[in-house]
């Protein structure tokens, strides 16, 4: 029999198969598709959400509504992910920052509480470093910060990285059952798939469906790997790190420690970088903590502003 700790935890991530309202925003000559929270009772503060490689808005809409109480959610499709379109050329960490900063213009009037996940993770620190007025407080799931540890993961990403050979591993990747994409996508990026409730795995299935169908997104997911090498290449003064180290706004960290994508050994250098962070470890959480602990990541931010 299910534990009530058990029973709450897959209530909230059911939460995730959940519609919010869309709308379209013109930013950098792109219709940007945005999802706003419901809510029910008005709040000053707002909360923008950003996803990683191969994300998008749906991917914190468990959390958005754990949250409604607290903030204005407020999620983005980035260029060539979900259902917004491209820019005009390839676009990385810096262009998709560019672009997060326009919209943040044109949409906020006082500073935000900016969420991140991987790649996302990465533009959120860099718009906290270089824009520290913009940010109210920084949420960091797993995000995608140099690590010069080797691994199969940082090897997978140089692949798709190589101008000849990232397009050929996409279009054989597209070439397989759809059901067997589902299942390693679903092992690459949870912690343990069998855990999630089938609401949740049949909204999971319908976005990967509605990403098939977009044609921009194979050269989206090859810029932002080859971003995401790249940085790995910065000199240090340059790097991420060295924005991580500016960031003076507070900061959680969330790490999971079945994360097949981010080493979450590298938590102990976030936080020791980070100048005022806390950190959240998950040891059963992948790679999208706020999709599969909803609720542990909610009560972390709840804390930090409280706080």
């Avoid at 790649?119 to 995000?143: F, N, Y």
Wanted: aromatic share 6%.
């Amino acid at each position: 029999m299910a534990s009530y700790s058990e029973v709450v935890g897959r209530e909230s991530v059911a939460l995730a198969a959940r519609e919010w309202p869309t709308r379209s925003v013109q930013v950098s000559g792109v219709p940007m598709l945005v999802r706003d929270v419901p809510q029910d009772t008005q709040t000053e503060d707002t909360a923008l959400f950003v996803h990683g490689l191969g994300g998008s808005s749906t991917n914190w809409t468990a959390l958005g509504l754990l949250l409604a109480d607290r903030v204005r959610g407020v999620a983005i499709d980035l260029p060539g992910f979900g259902r917004t379109p491209p820019l005009g050329g390839p676009a990385g960490i810096a262009e998709h920052a560019e672009t997060l900063l326009e919209f943040m213009d044109g949409e906020f009037d006082r500073p935000v509480h900016l969420f991140g996940n991987s790649m996302g993770g990465s533009i959120a620190v860099m718009i906290a470093a270089r824009h520290p007025e913009k940010v109210a407080s920084l949420t960091l799931v797993s995000p995608a910060m140099p690590n010069p540890r080797p691994s199969v993961v940082s090897a997978w990403f140089i692949a798709l990285s190589a101008p000849r050979l990232g397009p050929a591993v996409l279009r054989r990747s597209a070439q397989l059952p759809f059901d067997r994409r589902v299942k390693a996508a679903m092992s690459m990026v949870f912690g343990d798939p069998r855990s999630l409730p089938p609401e949740f795995v049949a909204m999971y299935e319908a976005e990967l469906r509605r990403r098939d169908e977009q044609p921009w997104i194979t050269d989206a997911v090859l810029a932002g790997a080859r971003s995401i090498v790249q940085s790995q290449l910065v000199p240090s003064k340059r790097s991420l790190w060295a924005d991580a180290a500016r960031v003076t706004c507070p900061t959680v960290l969330v790490y999971g420690g079945r994360d097949r994508l981010v080493d979450a050994g590298i938590r102990v250098r976030a936080q020791q970088t980070f100048p005022n962070a806390r950190l959240l470890y998950l040891p059963q959480s992948g790679h999208v903590a706020q999709m599969e602990h909803p609720d542990q990541v909610a009560t972390a931010f709840r804390q930090l502003i409280r706080s």
